[in-house]
């Protein structure tokens, strides 16, 4: 075999040969490394070699190409869809979460403020809890926009019971400026919203099995069987070599 810069294969085999020695000789070094292995390392030549016996081989990329174009993807959504489906669950999830938030950074602890007069009144802070409904609605909005996608029961079947909390919750969602269109989608009306009692805003989002509530949960298991269904995009080739058709890199890759 002929190989780059007339290395031919008795070239090879010496080098080979003398890397495996595990003896020394008069012309080894420091640790038994061979000096004039080492230096055949240091001139390139020793790349030459290796570019000479294997440059030739391209079997084991043409597997790799036959494993992409003969590989089966059990999962019912592509990629790209259940990244998209799984981003907005999260971000439905967190917005219902900042409602939910009973600690001191909670958006319904009422705040004390002082007018001009040195008057002072204490009440809940309502643009700051328009602002989080608000981000809540939209997200909600963006999950079912998203979901419409999918084919994956376990994401529809989440997304259908989040539809259903909110149409049991219809009536009380409008007494707040909140109002479900015929498309299930949310829309909210900030001068009714600043009008309404506050005590049932916080009641709708801010408790354990408030709708807030629920509606995390409905987020979290459509973010959970999107998941779970991107894990079956991961199979294996008819040559029994894993094709990683989903993973980390490969969401980032797809969506940007």
Do not use: C, H, P, W
């Amino acid at each position: 075999m002929i190989g780059i810069s007339n290395y031919d294969s008795n070239s090879i085999n010496t080098l080979f040969s003398g890397l495996s020695n595990g003896s020394r000789t008069s012309n080894s070094g420091l640790l038994g490394i061979n000096i004039a292995d080492y230096s055949a390392i240091r001139t390139g030549s020793y790349f030459k070699l290796m570019k000479a016996y294997y440059g030739g081989n391209d079997s084991a990329s043409k597997i790799v190409e036959t494993n992409k174009k003969t590989s089966t993807s059990t999962a019912k959504d592509d990629t790209k869809t259940l990244a998209k489906i799984e981003d907005a669950a999260e971000e439905l999830k967190g917005a219902s979460d900042a409602l939910l938030d009973k600690t001191k950074k909670s958006v319904f602890n009422k705040v004390t403020t002082t007018d001009a007069k040195g008057n002072t009144t204490t009440d809940y802070d309502k643009d700051a809890i328009y602002k989080k409904v608000s981000a809540f609605v939209d997200s909600y909005n963006n999950l079912l926009k998203k979901s419409e996608d999918s084919n994956t029961n376990g994401i529809l079947n989440a997304v259908s019971s989040m539809v259903r909390t909110t149409d049991s919750n219809e009536k009380l969602l409008s007494k707040v400026g909140i109002t479900v269109g015929v498309d299930n989608k949310l829309s909210i009306d900030e001068d009714t919203f600043k009008k309404a009692d506050m005590s049932l805003v916080k009641s709708l989002f801010n408790g354990n099995g408030s709708y807030g509530y629920q509606v995390s949960a409905k987020a979290s298991l459509a973010d959970y069987y999107a998941e779970r269904e991107a894990s079956r995009g991961n199979t294996y080739g008819n040559t029994g070599t894993y094709t990683y058709n989903y993973n980390t890199g490969e969401i980032y890759n797809t969506t940007t």
